[in-house]
């Protein structure tokens, strides 16, 4: 069983930064594909970005690019979301999740087996 548990989120004035940590349980987080979803009230969750098994090859969606960067530490199972330039609408509980694959190749909530509880991140104007 993989549990992932995110941290980081908070209360942030627009234009502020925040850096979400996942950190996974388990000795199979080096080989899987990871990603970050979000989820704003009374919205349904959506990609923000994934990151492949070793870090080398990014996505993210179009809303938070040049903004947002994924990273991952391999040795310390942990998957990291620095996010800047924080907008009002960035508002929503961020959740990490595992990829089935070792690539990082979809946006879809399917291809991911394995979701952490979420943290808040609220972004104020």
């Known amino acids: 069983q993989v549990q992932l548990v995110e941290s980081g989120g908070g209360l942030v004035q627009a234009g502020g930064s925040l850096r979400l940590s996942c950190a996974a349980s388990g000795r199979t987080f080096g080989g899987y594909g990871m990603g970050w979803f979000r989820q704003a009230p009374g919205k349904e969750r959506e990609f923000v970005t994934t990151i492949n098994w070793s870090g080398s090859v990014t996505y993210y969606v179009g809303t938070v690019k040049g903004r947002f960067t994924i990273s991952r530490d391999n040795a310390k199972n942990t998957v990291y979301l620095q996010m800047n330039s924080l907008k009002p609408e960035d508002t929503a509980v961020y959740y990490c999740?595992?990829?089935?694959?070792?690539?990082?190749?979809?946006?879809?909530?399917?291809?991911?087996?394995?979701w952490g509880q979420g943290t808040q991140v609220t972004v104020s104007s």
């Open positions: 999740a595992r990829s089935r694959s070792g690539a990082a190749d979809s946006r879809a909530l399917t291809a991911y087996d394995y």
